[in-house]
């Protein structure tokens, strides 16, 4: 359906909210016409806010997270314990971690994962700085939790070849059952993993 | 869930997107974390299309359609009739009406429709510039193309006595049984009122 809009400002508008991911032009359309109803302040606000950030935003010098200084809270907590890095796709997965309250460690956010049909390489990630933390000496354990996909076990792969050389243990997130979940309708992957990484009854009681 | 944002500048931009209807915090995460990929001059065009069309929107002297000049493209197209104004709640109606191709003749945009529970009443709405134009003799049939709600008719209604005076047809566009739909499915009001409101056969064989 082609639409006509009754102005080319209205029209701007609508396309750029279109090019979000997920909306479509009517969304575009109602949410346009949504900002119309507010102040010019508001709206004001609302621009300004996004493009601010793009200009302004910063990331941790040493994990990569979005932060507003050199260094991201989270590194720069000292009650965390930097021997342990959870290395993460985005700061999405550091957020859902976080409010886990079950980490204590720090993070490396990779910025993304191996994935060669969307053209990211190794040299598009966060790679080096990685393997750059690891050979400093502070790293004892490094957690990979990136997404249970082909292209997150790619990604799992390659930083544990790269880190193979130095003393640093690997370990991943337990892929099993989730918590809630019937068994009857588990797929079959994860219920046969869910077996072979059992874990003693006792310990689960202590959770 | 309260979420702990990295960064203060990234919690504003998320609840300012948060803000828009239908866009909830994770749904505002995944947009600005979109947004953080795309260029900086693309964000700057996002955000200041919103800023423009909300500062500088203009609203046809006229229907009060939303347009660029003093007088919207419809009501300057002098190939439009002008004797038959339809009447209609927001632009979304007028760009849908207009896109059936069906309907060449003028609009009057309301900018909303009588709804005490939201504290919108008569005087909100453009009613006095309706009666203005009828007043001025031009025009000959108004057709409300209001919802088909308790307010939309309580809004038909209003128009309905306030133009009483005047030598003015007024109708109401069909209401009956969606073009595909099966009666079966069809709700006891509208396959009433389908039945009540039947036309011609030969009539609907033109269509």
């Given at each position: 359906?082609?639409?006509?809009?009754?102005?080319?400002l209205?029209?701007?508008?609508?396309?750029?909210?279109?090019?979000?991911?997920?909306?479509g032009?009517?969304?575009?359309?109602?949410?346009?016409?949504?900002?119309?109803?507010?102040?010019?302040?508001e709206?004001?606000?609302?621009?300004?806010?996004?493009i601010?950030?793009?200009?302004?935003?910063?990331?941790?010098?040493?994990?990569h997270?979005?932060?507003?200084?050199?260094v991201?809270?989270?590194?720069?907590?000292?009650?965390?314990?930097?021997?342990?890095?959870?290395?993460?796709?985005?700061?999405k997965e550091?957020?859902?971690?976080?409010?886990?309250?079950?980490?204590?460690?720090?993070?490396?956010v990779l910025?993304g994962i191996?994935?060669?049909?969307?053209?990211?390489?190794?040299s598009?990630?966060?790679?080096?700085s990685?393997?750059?933390?690891?050979?400093?000496?502070e790293?004892?354990?490094i957690?990979?939790?990136?997404?249970?996909?082909?292209?997150?076990?790619?990604?799992?792969?390659?930083?544990y070849?790269?880190?193979?050389?130095?003393?640093?243990?690997?370990?991943?997130?337990?892929?099993?059952?989730?918590?809630g979940?019937?068994?009857?309708?588990?797929?079959e992957?994860?219920l046969?993993?869910?077996i072979?990484?059992?874990?003693?009854?006792?310990?689960?009681?202590?959770?």
């Amino acid at each position: 359906m082609i639409q006509k809009y009754p102005s080319a400002l209205l029209e701007n508008a609508v396309n750029e909210f279109a090019k979000l991911p997920g909306i479509g032009k009517k969304t575009a359309l109602r949410l346009v016409l949504h900002s119309l109803k507010r102040t010019p302040q508001e709206v004001e606000a609302f621009g300004q806010a996004i493009i601010t950030l793009r200009n302004e935003v910063n990331y941790c010098k040493v994990c990569h997270n979005i932060c507003d200084d050199e260094v991201c809270n989270i590194c720069s907590d000292l009650s965390r314990d930097p021997s342990t890095v959870c290395v993460v796709e985005n700061i999405k997965e550091v957020m859902a971690i976080e409010n886990t309250g079950q980490f204590r460690g720090l993070y490396h956010v990779l910025g993304g994962i191996i994935s060669p049909m969307d053209g990211i390489g190794p040299s598009d990630l966060q790679l080096n700085s990685l393997v750059e933390r690891v050979g400093s000496g502070e790293v004892k354990e490094i957690i990979l939790a990136l997404s249970t996909t082909m292209e997150g076990d790619t990604t799992n792969f390659y930083i544990y070849r790269k880190l193979s050389g130095f003393d640093v243990k690997i370990s991943i997130i337990a892929r099993g059952i989730s918590v809630g979940d019937e068994i009857e309708y588990a797929d079959e992957i994860t219920l046969g993993r869910s077996i072979l990484n059992r874990t003693n009854f006792k310990d689960s009681l202590k959770l």
